[in-house]
C-alpha cells in the first residue's frame, strides 16, 4: 500500500478536507454507529428476540481470566487507530473501511434478526476482582444484540490491519496480534457474553469485508 506522509502540525480547519487530511472525515463513523446502536438497543421496537444458543456452549465454563483479553479490545482496538493515524494513514483508512462495512452489517442484521443470549451464569464459583467486575459488567451491557459478535469483528478488523501496516512487518509483530485477536475472540464465550454461533456468524462477515478492502480495492489510501 502507498503511505500518505501527513503533518497534523499543519492541520487547520482550512485544510481539514485536503488529500492530506481528509482521512479523519472517517472518524465520524464512530459517533453515528454509536448512536445508532445505543437506539437499536433502547428504543427499537421488538417483539420477540431469537435467542442465539449451541449446544457447544453447554461445555464451555466461564473462565475469569479472560475477562482481561475480553476488556483489553477497548485498548487493542484505540491503539491500532492511534497508531495507524500517526504512522500509517492508507492503513488507517482500510481499517476504517473494515469497520465500517463489518459494524453496518452488523447492525443491519441486528434490525432484520434481533438476538439475545441467556448463557451468564446466576452466580460466579469464585470471588474475586475479576468475578466483580464481570458481575459489574453484566449489569451494565444488555444480554440483546449479540449475533454477530461486535467484539469478534473489531478484533479481527485489528488484526488484518496489522498484517499490512507500516512498520509491523515482521511475523512476530503480527504474530503477537493474531494471538491476541483470536483470545479475544475466545473471551466472548468464556466470559458467557457471547454463544460459539456469535463467532462463527461474525467471521465470514470479516472475511469478506477484508476481500473486499484489502485484496480487491487498492483504491482506498
Partial sequence: MKNIEVDYRKLRLSNL??????????????????????????????EHYISVFSPLDDFIPFLEIFVIPYVFWFAYIVGMHIYTLLFDVTAFRKMMWLFILTYTSTLVIYLIFPTCQNLRPESFERDNF?????????????????CPSLHVAGSLAVMFTSWHAKGLEKWWIKLSFSVVAVLI?????????????DILIALPICGIAYFAVFKSNPQIE
Fill in 130 to 146: 475479576l468475578t466483580r467486575f464481570m458481575a459489574d459488567y453484566y449489569a451494565m451491557d444488555t444480554h440483546t444484540n449479540v
Fill in 185 to 197: 475472540c475466545l473471551s466472548t464465550v468464556f466470559v458467557k457474553q457471547h454463544s460459539v454461533i
Fill in 17 to 46: 478536507a485536503t488529500s492530506q487530511f481528509n482521512h479523519l472525515f472517517l472518524l465520524v463513523f464512530w459517533p453515528l454507529f454509536g448512536i445508532s446502536f445505543a437506539w437499536v438497543e433502547k428504543y427499537y421496537p421488538v
